[in-house]
């Protein structure tokens, strides 16, 4: 069954856009008044003897507990990625630093050393990218049982390049002023550049403002928040070393800055740490009660706690001071999950009716997109998904979720088509899954190995992911619930069931909990997933299957027709299934 279906969290791709300050006062969603007069960021400088690379494409290496080389061992052995033109392309490029979680402290790491040359530029071919990055995700696969440390960090070099093909890495900056002044991001380089729809355009023109401006913290903090949507746009993880330094640098040239951590905050939502996300959101808020990003992160991080009570208070907050794209889409979801449809619908398509830039057109769009598919409304979700298209051609969610709503009407050809297109680009789990059950579902003569190919590519991802200091568990309890190790999955996802409580990992843990033979510690997991009222045929679909399991059939038959009701193709494999069980308890 489909992994997730919930993309507006940020563990699940709805929440990762760039957020623009709106050029104009915008419609709220509540009706109240906004405050006047955000205070600025709070002052004071440090010295730094150092700057960090503002690098485009360096390669990631293998976390560990030291720091190491990773071309001390390479002539030991033949790299098992030397077959590919990355592999060549990555050796050339700084290799980033080790980078923690952006857990709760919120003091900076010491920066990094620099190299010693001036400039480095590496160009990929975007046309060579798709495939290739599917061929790089294999070779890292293979990595972690054939090979040693050395090679499996030769071959996430190779993958990371090919995750980020086209893409320019530019090399090093050194502040050869230390004296320089301080200068601060709205003279140089607007946040708003991020919403401009050409993420990579934005990213060279940081880079060169601080190669002209080494200082400049707010350019830096930026540039950090750029890599953390780059990493979520383009499914390459080894971005948040990336997005850590740059944040990083910005907090020693300007302690407490509020948009570096603001950004720090997205960071640790990206990598799943929603504890330390809520942290750094509240330390910005400190200095900048009107951060936008900063009220955006809290709702988040909120929500992925699982505390949706103090969520929707966030967000009636986040609505009163900063009324926007950002905060309504945030707005909307925290209803969705309290089963207020009509709301979030509302509120989602004033949003869209306020919406001025690309990315934000596509990412509103794409969320009205998923309600409609939800509630079972495929015409309404493939106009919604062609609206987004349209804004952004390229833009993911929205081509993966075209895709679901063609297999949901029965199109399967089309799906298979187009999440083909989705993978070969950007091999995330959840795509990967739910093409490796397009594939199943279809049942033509190699389909089966083609699926098994798909789950296998979710395994390297996942371990790419932790390399990089994402907490990948509940990728990994959804995916190898249903399609990979059993046992880990019920690991992976009591890991998670222990850090927080959502309706997502509630169900997560139930359906693990199921698949290993505990059906009655099950239940009451399931009974929590669907406790708020949120519309989810996958939720359904696992409780009457639990129910059904303890014997409980008339509840199971109940569970099960609600899902099928709700949206009877909710998942190629789950819906099938789903009738086959009402069809045996008749």
């Given at each position: 069954m489909s992994p997730?279906?919930?993309?507006?969290?940020?563990?699940?791709?709805r929440g990762g856009r760039p957020e623009a300050e709106p050029a104009s006062p915008t419609p709220r969603?509540?009706?109240?008044?906004p405050e006047e007069g955000a205070p600025s960021a709070g002052a004071g400088t440090t010295r730094a003897d150092h700057e960090p690379v503002p690098h485009g494409e360096p390669a990631p290496r293998p976390a560990g507990d030291g720091e190491t080389s990773a071309g001390h061992d390479t002539d030991a052995e033949p790299a098992a990625c030397s077959d590919s033109a990355e592999t060549a392309e990555a050796a050339d490029a700084p290799?980033?630093?080790?980078?923690?979680?952006?857990?709760?402290?919120?003091?900076?790491?010491?920066?990094p050393e620099p190299a010693d040359t001036a400039t480095v530029t590496v160009t990929a071919s975007e046309s060579a990218g798709g495939g290739e990055r599917v061929k790089a995700l294999r070779r890292f696969s293979a990595a972690g049982g054939r090979w040693r440390a050395v090679q499996f960090g030769l071959c996430a070099a190779s993958l990371a390049v090919a995750l980020t093909a086209g893409a320019v890495v530019v090399g090093v900056v050194r502040d050869s002023g230390r004296t320089a002044p301080?200068?601060?991001?709205?003279?140089?380089?607007?946040?708003?550049?991020?919403?401009?729809?050409?993420?990579?355009?934005?990213?060279?023109?940081?880079?060169?403002?601080?190669?002209?401006?080494?200082?400049?913290?707010?350019?830096?903090?930026?540039?950090?928040?750029?890599y953390v949507e780059q990493a979520r746009t383009k499914g390459d993880p080894s971005r948040y070393p990336q997005a850590q330094r740059a944040l990083d640098r910005s907090l020693e040239i300007r302690p407490d800055n509020d948009a570096a951590l603001a950004g720090r905050a997205a960071l640790a939502a990206a990598r799943h740490d929603f504890a330390g996300a809520l942290t750094y959101a509240d330390l910005a808020l400190k200095q900048n009660p009107y951060?936008?990003?900063?009220?955006s992160s809290r709702v988040d991080a909120l929500v992925e706690?699982?505390?949706?009570?103090?969520?929707?208070?966030?967000?009636?907050?986040a609505d009163t001071r900063r009324p926007g794209v950002p905060v309504f889409t945030r707005y909307a979801y925290v209803h969705e999950l309290r089963g207020d449809v009509g709301t979030a619908r509302r509120v989602l398509e004033q949003a869209l009716s306020t919406a001025t830039s690309r990315g934000d057109i596509a990412y509103v769009a794409t969320a009205l997109g998923q309600l409609a598919w939800n509630q079972g409304d495929y015409r309404t979700a493939l106009d919604r998904y062609a609206r987004a298209l349209a804004a952004d051609e390229n833009y993911l969610p929205a081509l993966e979720g075209r895709a679901r709503a063609q297999a949901a009407r029965g199109d399967t050809a089309d799906a298979i088509r187009g999440m083909e297109q989705v993978v070969d680009r950007y091999p995330l789990p959840q795509p990967l899954v739910e093409l490796g059950e397009?594939?199943?579902?279809?049942?033509?003569?190699g389909d089966r190995t083609k699926a098994r190919d798909q789950y296998t590519l979710v395994d390297a991802w996942v371990s790419l992911a932790r390399t990089n200091g994402v907490n990948a568990d509940l990728d990994t309890a959804l995916a190898a619930a249903d399609h990979g190790d059993r046992v880990a999955a019920l690991k992976a996802a009591r890991a998670e069931w222990a850090r927080r409580h959502t309706v997502h990992t509630a169900d997560a843990l139930a359906w693990a909990l199921h698949v290993n033979g505990h059906d009655r510690e099950a239940l009451p997991y399931a009974r929590q997933a669907t406790a708020t009222g949120y519309h989810n045929a996958s939720f359904l679909y696992h409780r009457g299957m639990i129910e059904r399991a303890v014997g409980r059939t008339d509840q199971a038959r109940v569970s099960l027709t609600a899902a099928l009701r709700l949206n009877p193709g909710f998942s190629p494999l789950g819906a099938r299934e789903a009738r086959e069980a009402l069809e045996a308890m008749k």
């Amino acid at each position: 069954m489909s992994p997730r279906t919930n993309q507006n969290a940020p563990e699940s791709g709805r929440g990762g856009r760039p957020e623009a300050e709106p050029a104009s006062p915008t419609p709220r969603a509540a009706e109240t008044t906004p405050e006047e007069g955000a205070p600025s960021a709070g002052a004071g400088t440090t010295r730094a003897d150092h700057e960090p690379v503002p690098h485009g494409e360096p390669a990631p290496r293998p976390a560990g507990d030291g720091e190491t080389s990773a071309g001390h061992d390479t002539d030991a052995e033949p790299a098992a990625c030397s077959d590919s033109a990355e592999t060549a392309e990555a050796a050339d490029a700084p290799s980033p630093d080790s980078a923690p979680h952006a857990d709760a402290a919120p003091s900076p790491e010491p920066a990094p050393e620099p190299a010693d040359t001036a400039t480095v530029t590496v160009t990929a071919s975007e046309s060579a990218g798709g495939g290739e990055r599917v061929k790089a995700l294999r070779r890292f696969s293979a990595a972690g049982g054939r090979w040693r440390a050395v090679q499996f960090g030769l071959c996430a070099a190779s993958l990371a390049v090919a995750l980020t093909a086209g893409a320019v890495v530019v090399g090093v900056v050194r502040d050869s002023g230390r004296t320089a002044p301080l200068v601060s991001a709205p003279g140089a380089v607007s946040p708003e550049l991020l919403a401009g729809g050409d993420l990579d355009a934005s990213i060279r023109s940081l880079q060169a403002q601080l190669r002209a401006q080494p200082r400049d913290y707010g350019s830096w903090a930026t540039l950090g928040l750029a890599y953390v949507e780059q990493a979520r746009t383009k499914g390459d993880p080894s971005r948040y070393p990336q997005a850590q330094r740059a944040l990083d640098r910005s907090l020693e040239i300007r302690p407490d800055n509020d948009a570096a951590l603001a950004g720090r905050a997205a960071l640790a939502a990206a990598r799943h740490d929603f504890a330390g996300a809520l942290t750094y959101a509240d330390l910005a808020l400190k200095q900048n009660p009107y951060s936008e990003r900063a009220l955006s992160s809290r709702v988040d991080a909120l929500v992925e706690l699982g505390r949706y009570a103090d969520a929707s208070k966030a967000a009636d907050l986040a609505d009163t001071r900063r009324p926007g794209v950002p905060v309504f889409t945030r707005y909307a979801y925290v209803h969705e999950l309290r089963g207020d449809v009509g709301t979030a619908r509302r509120v989602l398509e004033q949003a869209l009716s306020t919406a001025t830039s690309r990315g934000d057109i596509a990412y509103v769009a794409t969320a009205l997109g998923q309600l409609a598919w939800n509630q079972g409304d495929y015409r309404t979700a493939l106009d919604r998904y062609a609206r987004a298209l349209a804004a952004d051609e390229n833009y993911l969610p929205a081509l993966e979720g075209r895709a679901r709503a063609q297999a949901a009407r029965g199109d399967t050809a089309d799906a298979i088509r187009g999440m083909e297109q989705v993978v070969d680009r950007y091999p995330l789990p959840q795509p990967l899954v739910e093409l490796g059950e397009l594939y199943e579902a279809r049942g033509k003569e190699g389909d089966r190995t083609k699926a098994r190919d798909q789950y296998t590519l979710v395994d390297a991802w996942v371990s790419l992911a932790r390399t990089n200091g994402v907490n990948a568990d509940l990728d990994t309890a959804l995916a190898a619930a249903d399609h990979g190790d059993r046992v880990a999955a019920l690991k992976a996802a009591r890991a998670e069931w222990a850090r927080r409580h959502t309706v997502h990992t509630a169900d997560a843990l139930a359906w693990a909990l199921h698949v290993n033979g505990h059906d009655r510690e099950a239940l009451p997991y399931a009974r929590q997933a669907t406790a708020t009222g949120y519309h989810n045929a996958s939720f359904l679909y696992h409780r009457g299957m639990i129910e059904r399991a303890v014997g409980r059939t008339d509840q199971a038959r109940v569970s099960l027709t609600a899902a099928l009701r709700l949206n009877p193709g909710f998942s190629p494999l789950g819906a099938r299934e789903a009738r086959e069980a009402l069809e045996a308890m008749k």
